[in-house]
């Protein structure tokens, strides 16, 4: 008796025949999900708060904030592979694509360090810095990396650049020397795609950048949405937001994941509150 019952598929059409020959059999470990959330309390904290500092805090942050805040409550989500075991990074770092114009436009980031235990007008304010510093070609560890990966071959560059992540990875080798800062990518990525009009978007994991989960920030825009009101169930228009979540699925599965969401909507359905309950833990001495 084999172990499945089968029977030949005859004939199999055109598609499934170029299918075959285009593509292995699935190994990649990439989960994606949708949030979709009411900003409007977003919105007038994140006024607030570029009020009150004096740096222009948008959602965008807020949403960097937010991730790292529950990394730092779930940590078993903020993690790295070495040898196909699962380690815990120890700081929350979360990395911010930047896009940089000119004649050739390209796109790039900056990492935010210990982004759990910076307020979001501090968060702003450093991503405002570290994005112009990138943009101005005044980032000079950037600048670094950027030269290094311009003397790659295109022909040898995958095989190089998996090196590399072994190296700085899987052996947890410091390679600042060699222009490649320190775990460069951090625990999460965020991109905010809704200051290029797009709604929303999937991105992929980054096999090099070891980094478990990545958020894209869609376009925020006005939706009609059912909300209770004085007479009960009420159709209102509120500014909606969807974040776009792929993340790997060797790090993370639908509970733990199902967490990461949960804290999300909470921070963004009343962010003075969980921003009052982090404030006096990390509070200076």
């Known amino acids: 008796m084999p172990n499945v019952e089968l029977q030949p598929y005859s004939r199999p059409s055109m598609w499934r025949r170029m299918s075959f020959a285009n593509w292995a059999d699935p190994v990649d470990p990439q989960v994606y999900g949708r949030l979709e959330l009411d900003m409007s309390n977003a919105i007038r904290f994140a006024e607030q708060e570029s009020a009150r500092t004096g740096a222009k805090v948008t959602p965008t942050h807020l949403v960097v904030r937010a991730v790292a805040l529950a990394l730092a409550r779930h940590p078993d989500a903020n993690a790295l592979i070495r040898w196909r075991r699962v380690y815990r990074r120890t700081h929350v770092d979360v990395f911010c694509q930047v ?34 510093e990138v943009r101005t070609g005044k980032d000079k560890e950037m600048v670094k990396t950027r030269r290094t990966l311009d003397l790659l071959p295109s022909l040898i560059s995958r095989a190089i650049l998996s090196f590399v992540a072994f190296l700085t990875y899987t052996l947890n080798l410091n390679l600042r020397l060699f222009g490649i800062p320190r775990d460069p990518f951090g625990g999460a990525m965020v991109s905010s795609i809704g200051s290029l009009g797009i709604p929303e978007g999937w991105p992929p994991l980054v096999p090099m950048s070891s980094t478990p989960l990545l958020i894209a920030v869609g376009r925020i825009e006005d939706k009609p949405v059912v909300r209770e009101g004085p007479s009960g169930k009420e159709i209102v228009i509120r500014p909606m937001c969807v974040l776009s979540c792929t993340f790997d699925h060797r790090v993370m599965d639908g509970f733990l994941g199902g967490k990461l969401s949960r804290f999300v909507e909470e921070y963004f359905a009343d962010p003075w509150a969980v921003e009052a309950q982090f404030a006096a833990p990390h509070q200076d001495p």
Not at 102 to 128: F, I, M, N, W
């Open 99 to 132: 896009a940089i114009p000119g004649e050739k436009p390209d796109l790039s980031g900056t990492v935010l360090r210990d982004a759990d235990r910076k307020p979001p007008g501090e968060l702003a304010l450093e991503l405002q810095n570290k994005a112009a």
